[in-house]
């Protein structure tokens, strides 16, 4: 224990610095589960390999392809057409097309519609616009049906094969249309293991055109389409992902100000396009980083025993602070697996924060008798039970009306919420 403190004393110290719709096509359904799989932003340099799979599974998918990707491979566009699936636009420069005048959102599909029929792809390829942005200048600039999703696995977000295969196949259900983006290796095998298991689960996978056919929608130029339910047009946006959030209301967000706090001083990071993402739930590695930067812990750090973790890249920028949270005693890892990428738990974060506020002596630790209020102190896992005891006797955690919720996960707003009131003590 000694040597443990003088160990985390210098670590704590240092861093404080194509079927034509008839009753035929309509009978044979009956009974079909279809789902269709979308590749977005490519080609990649991993397309082919994609490509080769999709083949020997017998899998058509739809890929919504991104003009100056595309513009590189254009031998990859023509296998897409030639292997039967779905050649589709997903404008050149992958903007906001929100934020564009009329002109420029038509040449951002116009100069991909290009590619595609040189290609040998429809002339009114269908069209995905850039995170599902299409206000009412853009439906009346499209000159085909606007594609969207109803099943994310946050694939670009949580770059992991096994967490990619399994978002998808709890997503996913019969009339679903899947958002994955084959720029990304992880996805593309994380969608080759979940195609494999759908087909067992009895799925079809057909391209999104075959898909609105056969459920006998007609799709429209300038509507948007997110799965092939009712007229496919009817999913809200809230049920395509639980961590929605209209981000235009963000004042409004109970968790503004601490947010607003976090995204200022870097201990979280903005989304690609400056979202705040307040609905998203939190990963492992996204808390260490975090708290890492809320200690004071630089990019730069380096363990003094290396990386112990088989599941923690080199290159990642979460890195240096999940060896620094590990080598700190604050966070461990399970053998040698940190997983970054699952969602972090409140009896985990619990744990991590006692164990933060005992080192700094900002308190001191509770015993069972603080877990009294919480109902459901039985689900607390024994582990994380002094964790919780602590952080509750203390005010830095609370539980709500239901209980602590040990294996909930936290959303980016409640975690701002922690650092700002750990700021605060
Ligand atoms: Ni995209």
């Not at 970054?340 to 409140?346: A, K, Q, V």
């Amino acid at each position: 224990m000694k040597r443990f403190c003088n160990v985390l004393c210098c670590l704590l110290a240092a861093i404080l610095f194509a079927l034509p719709l008839g009753v035929s096509a309509r009978a044979a359904d009956c009974g079909a589960k279809l789902l269709a799989i979308t590749y977005d932003d490519g080609p990649g340099k991993d397309t082919g390999y994609l490509l080769d799979e999709l083949a020997a599974r017998g899998v058509k998918a739809t890929f919504f392809v991104n003009g100056e990707n595309a513009s590189y491979y254009p031998e990859i566009l023509k296998r897409i057409v030639d292997e039967g699936h779905q050649l589709a636009n997903h404008t050149y420069h992958h903007k906001n097309l929100n934020t564009l005048s009329s002109g420029s959102i038509s040449s951002e599909i116009s100069s991909v519609q290009t590619l595609i029929t040189a290609a040998g792809g429809s002339d009114t390829a269908y069209i995905r616009p850039p995170y599902g942005n299409a206000n009412s200048t853009v439906k009346a600039a499209a000159t085909a049906p606007l594609i969207s999703w109803s099943v994310d696995p946050l694939d670009w977000k949580y770059r992991n094969r096994d967490t990619v295969c399994k978002n998808i196949i709890n997503g996913s259900y019969d009339g679903a249309i899947i958002l994955v983006h084959d720029i990304h290796q992880t996805s593309v095998y994380g969608s080759l293991d979940a195609i494999d298991q759908l087909l067992d689960a009895g799925y079809e996978f057909v391209t999104v055109e075959e898909l609105l056919l056969r459920r006998g929608i007609t799709p429209q130029p300038g509507t948007i389409y997110y799965d092939a339910k009712n007229k496919g047009v009817n999913l809200s946006a809230e049920e395509i992902s639980p961590e929605y959030y209209d981000e235009s209301k963000l004042t409004e967000h109970w968790g503004y100000d601490a947010m607003q706090l976090c995204l200022e001083r870097g201990y979280l990071q903005y989304g690609m396009n400056g979202e705040w993402y307040p609905n998203h739930c939190v990963t492992r590695g996204e808390f260490a980083m975090a708290l890492g930067k809320f200690c004071g812990v630089f990019g730069a750090y380096q363990s003094p025993v290396g990386n112990p973790f088989s599941d923690v890249a080199e290159l990642d920028e979460r890195t240096p602070y999940i060896l620094w949270i590990n080598d700190s005693s604050l966070m461990c890892g399970y053998d040698s697996r940190f997983r970054p990428d699952d969602n972090i738990t409140r009896e985990e974060i619990a744990t991590v924060l006692a164990r933060y506020l005992l080192m700094t002596g900002r308190t001191s630790a509770a015993g069972d008798e603080a877990l009294s209020l919480y109902s459901d102190r039985e689900n607390i896992s024994d582990w994380a039970r002094e964790g919780v005891a602590t952080c509750t006797d203390c005010g830095i955690l609370q539980g709500g009306a239901t209980g602590f919720l040990p294996k909930d996960n936290l959303t980016r707003a409640q975690t701002a919420a922690i650092l700002q009131r750990l700021a605060n003590r």
